[in-house]
């Protein structure tokens, strides 16, 4: 079994977004060294950590709830949507071995407990038995089910990166909005303190619909890839297992006696859709004394 641990990918990943929480951390840290260095206090600026965590509103604490939702989501759909775990090589060779030994009934038992993607396109079909079209076409049935059950659970994703920018400039217009309002009081004479908080505030939620969005979205794309391929993967999988039945739809059909031959070893029946065509019959054609 692959580790989770091992992965590249993940540990890219798991590195990208603790180089973002380094990138704030040591940029607050940065700004509070510049202001005890003898720095002016009202011209130091203000770490990026700090100028958020200053601007706490109802918009604000909705992104956190995105974010801690949107981090869980990628990490459990890079978790869920691995070969391994969907569709495990142990399951797929016990399966194979029971189709060998013809063991259909175990072979049904297994599949409708065992939560794979190839176990829960097979039950299905064969519970079909033994018309291999109904089988066929209830497993495409299955293999469809499953295939829109997995994206949609990565669906939520996509939703969580669309309403961060749309969250971003809610709160930038309600930072316009109280930038503007302290012009108002003010009749234009506005401390410029009081105009640049609201400006602040407007930007700080830009930053944050963004920082919401662009992880959310990244990984919703790069899931969408994994998803398909597993799933085209699986469902050829599954394909396969079900041919390897197919031998089984004929081989207990009742045995007849060719006809003309009363004595003749009777032989199997053959399905009337691989029976080949009759022979035409040729018309001969009038000779020329008929003609005459």
């Not at 079909?128 to 076409?137: Q, V």
Request: net charge positive.
């Amino acid at each position: 079994m692959v580790r989770y641990s091992s992965s590249r990918f993940r540990i890219l990943l798991l590195a990208v977004m603790l180089g973002a929480v380094v990138f704030v951390v040591v940029g607050d840290s940065f700004a509070q060294a510049g202001s005890a260095s003898g720095g002016a206090p009202a011209r130091t600026p203000k770490g990026l950590f700090s100028l958020i965590w200053e601007h706490k509103d109802p918009v604000f604490f909705t992104i956190v709830a995105l974010s801690v939702a949107g981090l869980t989501l990628i990490i459990q759909g890079f978790i869920q949507n691995r070969a391994q775990t969907l569709m495990p090589e142990e399951t797929t060779n016990q399966i194979r071995d029971m189709i060998a030994n013809r063991q259909f009934k175990e072979l049904i038992d297994f599949t409708e407990t065992d939560p794979s993607f190839v176990s829960r396109a097979l039950n299905p079909a064969l519970k079909r038995a033994p018309s291999f079209s109904s089988m066929k076409e209830a497993m495409e049935t299955a293999i469809g089910e499953q295939t829109a059950e997995q994206f949609r659970k990565i669906e939520y994703l996509n939703i969580i990166g669309n309403l961060g920018p749309l969250l971003g400039l809610l709160g930038t217009v309600l930072g316009m909005i109280a930038a503007f309002q302290a012009v108002a009081a003010t009749q234009g004479q506005a401390d410029v303190g009081a105009l640049s908080d609201g400006i602040s505030t407007a930007l700080c939620h830009t930053f944050l619909g963004l920082f919401l969005a662009v992880p959310c979205l990244a990984a919703f794309g790069i899931l969408r890839t994994i998803v398909d391929r597993l799933t085209v993967r699986g469902a050829l999988i599954a394909e396969e297992l079900l041919l390897m039945i197919k031998p089984a739809e004929t081989a207990g059909r009742p045995a007849v006696a060719v006809p003309g031959r009363p004595g003749a070893t009777p032989q199997p029946a053959i399905p009337s859709a691989t029976m080949p065509p009759p022979p035409a019959r040729k018309v001969p054609s009038p000779s020329p004394s008929a003609q005459l």
